[in-house]
Structure formats: structure tokens, C-alpha cells
């Protein structure tokens, strides 16, 4: 049995215990955790339907054939044409094999479109399609010892290529053609040419918004410099961020990484049984709190990464679930004054045997460039 039947395993398993009859996956994360091929999503709707007493069904553009004939799992294919009025007659046939009558078919909220929601439901009107974010986030939020080394190698390629990319930031370079070099080293490094996101690198008053956009802003005399950057490898993401600046730093932003340090590793060392997300988030939280900062920490302490930059586990103050062996998300404080600037110091951990082993080397002070 390999990974992906061992999943599939897995899931009925848990589709059973929610009470759902199967689960329907379009292209994306979901699609190649569960069976391993890459479609691109588009026009084109792909369909890979779980039931847990079938082969899974796979729902496909006719020309990509080849692909569906050389996965790694046994599948049952239904190719269609570019002919649209034949789509849902076809997609329907899956009801010689099984049916789907009066059952719940669970789907991903987040990532589950219309396109396919309404094709799924016009095939199988009786049929009542429900949210299953809970079965699919208790797999994929654990990963295995493939997953993790993914990670640790995309970890890898994005901390050699911002390296790589600190003496191309001088005075007079913009926050776009930094970004733009970073993205240049990240795939000269050996990144998978689909990065997790497009690199942030804010500049001066800019870093102040934590999900800033590279602008046309030039770097000056004394500004700092905020990146956040990832890379990919096999599928899996990697996200980091440091702060630097050029020539010197105020006292009050020196004292606010000094701050953010300390709340980065109190998170990070937060090591006690049955921890959970809340608490990981309260570690960072109080101690920007007590250095009368915590207006300023205006998001979660961090989120879970794989398959997709962002993914349960959410590391936040209203999440009481547990932290399990396995489980891979950031830890990344920060505190950002409004028409100033701000500094984010971001980590990648894993969950192990109660405590958490920090995957990322790159030092977090705050680096004069």
C-alpha cells in the first residue's frame, strides 16, 4: 500500500466516523495529497470522488489521459470532451458503480468552486454536499517523514536564497526589484517554480502593513526592511520573514526587535504536554503585551504550512485545540506602528513529543545591511 491508498485508508475511516458517504476533491492541494497528480486549476473542472467501499473516481479533460493512466493509485476514470453539454451525463455515470442518492458528500469550503459545486449537484441532485474541513484538515495537518524533510528543504532553499539576495539591497534599489532578485535566487536555489506567494519585501513606513505589496518605494538612509519569502520543494512551503535595516536603527524600533526576539523564543519554547494553539499564541502575546506593545500586534502568532503557505493549524488566541506530533506552522510576532514601520520575526516549528523543534536557522536580530 502507498502513501496515497494509505490516505485514502485514512480518510474513509474518518469519513465514516462524521457520518459522510465520500468526499469530493477539485485540482489543487487536496487533489495531491489524496492521490498525487497535479492538474491545473482552470475552466476545466477536475473531480476525484472518495467513497470509502470504491475505488476512487476520477472526473478529467479527455487529453490529459495520460496522466490519470500513470498515477501511482488505481483509479476509475470519466474523461470528457470539450463538448460542455456532455459534461454532466458524463460525471452522472459514476452512478453505475455507486450511488450516490441521498448521501452526503463532504468538500473543502475554502478551495471547492462553484464551477465544480454546481456541476457535482446538477449530476446528482439528490445528493447533499457538505463541508468536510475537519476530516480533510485531521490528515493533512499531521505530516509524515516525507512532508517534514520537503519542509526542512524548502526551509533550506529559502534561507540560502535570501542570503543570496542581501547584497543586491542597496540604497536606491525598490522594494519591487528586490523582490523580483529574491524570486530569481529562490529558483536558481532549487525551489519548485510555483512559489508558496509572491515575496513581501516592505520598505520604511510600508513595513507597517504585514501583507505589504512591492512597490515602486526605494530603499533609503536608515529605513527598515521587512521580507517575508518562501520557497517550495516536492509541493511543500516554506515561510519565513526577518527584518533588516540600512545603516542604523532607531532606538525605540531597536527595542522593538529586542521585544519580538523574546516573544518569538518564549513561543517557541512553550514546550509543555497537551499544548495547545491558544497558548503557543498567549506566549508571543503576553510578553508584546507587557512591553505595552500589544495594540500593535494586530494578527495570530502563526499558521500551519505544507501543501499550502496557509492551513490548519491556526495558531491564535480563540483556538483551543491541541497540538499534535506532526504538526508544522510558523511563530511570527509583530508589532507594527502606523506611518513608522514594523518587524515581523517568523519561524517555522514542528510538533515533537510535547515540545517543538524550530526548523529554521536564519539569526532573527535585526541585521544593519
Not at 485514502?8 to 468526499?23: A, E, H, T, V
Not at 485531521?138 to 505530516?143: A, G
Request: hydrophobic share 35%.
Amino acid at each position: 500500500m502507498n502513501i496515497f491508498e494509505e490516505r485514502q485508508k485514512q480518510l474513509g475511516i474518518i469519513l465514516r466516523s462524521s457520518g459522510l458517504d465520500g468526499l469530493a476533491i477539485n485540482a489543487g492541494p487536496d487533489l495531491v495529497y489524496f492521490s498525487g497528480l497535479q492538474f491545473h486549476l482552470s475552466e476545466r473542472p477536475v473531480i476525484l470522488i472518495i467513497t470509502p467501499d470504491t475505488h476512487p473516481f476520477i472526473y478529467f479533460p479527455e487529453f490529459e489521459m495520460e496522466k490519470v493512466q500513470n498515477a501511482d493509485i488505481t483509479l476509475l476514470p470519466i474523461p470528457y470532451t470539450e463538448d460542455r453539454s456532455t459534461w454532466t451525463a458524463l460525471l452522472s455515470k459514476i452512478e453505475d458503480h455507486v450511488s450516490l442518492k441521498n448521501k452526503e458528500i463532504g468538500v473543502n469550503p475554502t478551495s471547492f468552486r462553484f464551477l465544480e459545486a454546481d456541476l457535482f449537484q446538477r449530476a446528482f441532485p439528490e445528493c447533499r454536499v457538505v463541508s468536510a474541513q475537519n476530516a480533510i484538515s485531521e490528515l493533512r495537518q499531521i505530516k509524515d517523514d516525507t512532508e517534514t524533510a520537503n519542509i526542512k528543504k524548502a526551509i533550506e532553499i529559502a534561507q540560502d536564497s535570501l542570503e543570496n539576495t542581501l547584497p543586491f539591497i542597496t540604497i536606491g534599489k525598490t522594494e519591487r526589484e528586490i523582490a523580483n532578485e529574491l524570486v530569481v535566487q529562490l529558483l536558481k536555489e532549487g525551489s519548485d517554480a510555483e512559489l508558496p506567494f509572491q515575496p513581501i519585501v516592505a520598505v520604511g513606513k510600508n513595513s507597517a502593513n504585514p501583507h505589504a505589496i512591492p512597490s515602486d518605494r526605494k530603499v533609503q538612509t536608515g529605513d527598515l526592511v521587512l521580507i517575508d519569502w518562501g520557497a517550495r520543494r516536492n509541493g511543500y512551503c516554506s515561510d519565513l520573514t526577518r527584518t533588516f535595516t540600512m545603516t542604523n536603527i532607531s532606538p525605540e524600533f531597536e527595542k522593538i526587535g529586542q521585544i519580538l526576539e523574546s516573544a518569538n523564543h518564549s513561543a517557541r519554547k512553550a514546550n509543555r504536554t497537551s499544548m495547545t494553539s491558544h497558548q503557543i499564541d498567549q506566549a508571543a502575546r503576553n510578553v508584546i503585551a507587557a512591553a505595552r506593545y500589544g495594540n500593535y500586534f494586530t494578527h495570530r502568532t502563526g499558521h500551519g504550512i505544507g501543501l499550502e503557505p496557509h492551513e490548519e493549524p491556526y495558531i491564535q488566541t480563540e483556538n483551543q485545540n491541541e497540538l499534535k506530533n506532526g504538526m508544522v506552522f510558523t511563530i511570527e510576532p509583530g508589532i507594527y506602528l502606523p506611518e513608522k514601520g514594523g518587524i515581523r520575526i517568523e519561524d517555522n516549528v514542528i510538533v515533537r513529543d510535547g515540545y517543538l523543534e524550530t526548523l529554521t536557522t536564519y539569526p532573527r536580530e535585526i541585521k544593519i545591511l
